[in-house]
């Protein structure tokens, strides 16, 4: 049973727009709207590899309720908790092919403390309703909205560890280190969240390797470090592994990240090097794409992996 938690859900719009200029008229390209949010898009690409999930989001205003018409018709189980601020707008502006990308994000919120002790309720009372019966795993991730403490993820992980559930979380700043005093089962940060944690800038694939391992040791907490086309490293207590990124033509990295995560979750049960070259495979099958738009099949997302080596390096 996989669940997932969105503080600050988007309606995501993508444009292209190889000339963009600030303070003037700009004729755009290709334009699309989707539902965005990283827990939101785990709960997508869970979905896609045929895995039910339930996506806890905290949802307010029309744009909450056409991303939440936009979710329940890709499949996604949502339970919503409503706000009374609505739900942000991101935009994203897309050159050269997507090799280029602006984003312009809404901060989200402010949300009132009644309405997120609603969204913790819903969540104990679904957990404490499924008992032991079920396996958990609770992914937590997406950035942090207006009125809501930085250590929300530290007390999520704390209550979910004590009903039994592993718990995964992706976010940066002072969210990630906040959370990971409370010991989740794997972090999932890219290069910059990673160095932000250690408190250094990661600048090779090596600095990565290493900083993943640092954090590991020091903690006990599992990493899954991922730095877009350089590929990603595991350090836990199954070792070090480490994993390639295949050459493709990437249109929109949007989501690339959460796929990965997912994907990884999914295979985790036929190994680690198998989960690696999953995620990286489904990763690359999302970038290939326009926008925030998901691969449309298990077979999409693993067209990649004879491309991919993962290797124990520790």
């Known amino acids: 049973m996989y669940i997932t938690l969105t503080l ?10 190889d000339d963009a ?10 334009s699309s709207i989707s539902c965005g949010g990283k827990g939101i898009n785990v709960s997508r690409a869970l979905r896609v590899m045929g ?10 205003g029309e744009p909450g309720r056409i991303l939440a018409g936009m979710a329940s018709r890709e499949g996604v189980s949502l339970a919503v908790t409503r706000t009374a601020a609505p739900t942000r707008i991101n935009i994203k502006v897309i050159a050269d092919g997507g090799a280029r990308q602006t984003e312009l994000n809404g901060r989200g919120g402010p949300i ?29 991730s997406g950035s942090i909205p207006q009125g809501v403490e930085k250590s929300v993820y530290n007390s999520l992980t704390a209550m979910l560890r004590s009903r039994g559930a592993k718990v995964v979380v992706d976010a ?12 989740p089962d794997l972090i999932k940060p890219n290069a910059a969240e990673l160095g932000g944690l250690i408190g250094r800038t990661i ?24 730095s ?6 595991y350090a836990g207590k199954e ?18 990240g959460d796929t990965f995560l997912a994907a990884f979750l999914y295979r985790l049960r036929d190994g680690l090097g198998d989960a690696l070259r999953f995620a990286a495979s489904a990763a690359a099958a999302k970038v290939e794409l326009e926008g925030a738009a998901m691969p449309s099949s298990l077979a999409e997302m693993a067209k990649h992996v004879g491309e991919i080596r993962a290797e124990k390096i520790g």
Do not use: H
Request: proline fraction near 2%; glycine fraction near 12%; charged fraction near 20%.
């Open 172 to 183: 940066s700043g002072e969210a990630l280190k906040l959370a990971a005093e409370a010991k």
């Open 239 to 256: 070792g070090v592994w480490t994993v390639n990124t295949p050459k493709i033509t990437m249109k929109s990295f949007a989501g690339a």
């Open 228 to 233: 877009g086309g350089d590929g990603a490293v």
């Open 51 to 60: 895995e039910n999930s339930t996506a806890y989001a905290l949802l307010g």
């Open 8 to 17: 600050n859900p988007a309606l995501d719009i993508s444009v292209s727009a």
């Open 21 to 30: 200029q600030v303070g003037r008229l700009n004729i755009t390209g290709s």
């Open 112 to 140: 009132a403390e009644s309405e997120l002790i609603g969204l913790f309720r819903s969540i104990k009372d679904d957990l404490d309703r499924a008992g032991a019966s079920e396996s958990v795993t609770a992914v937590l």
């Open 203 to 226: 600048e090779s694939f090596g600095g990565l390797v290493d900083c993943a391992c640092e954090f590991y040791r020091n903690t006990g907490v599992s990493v899954l470090a991922t």
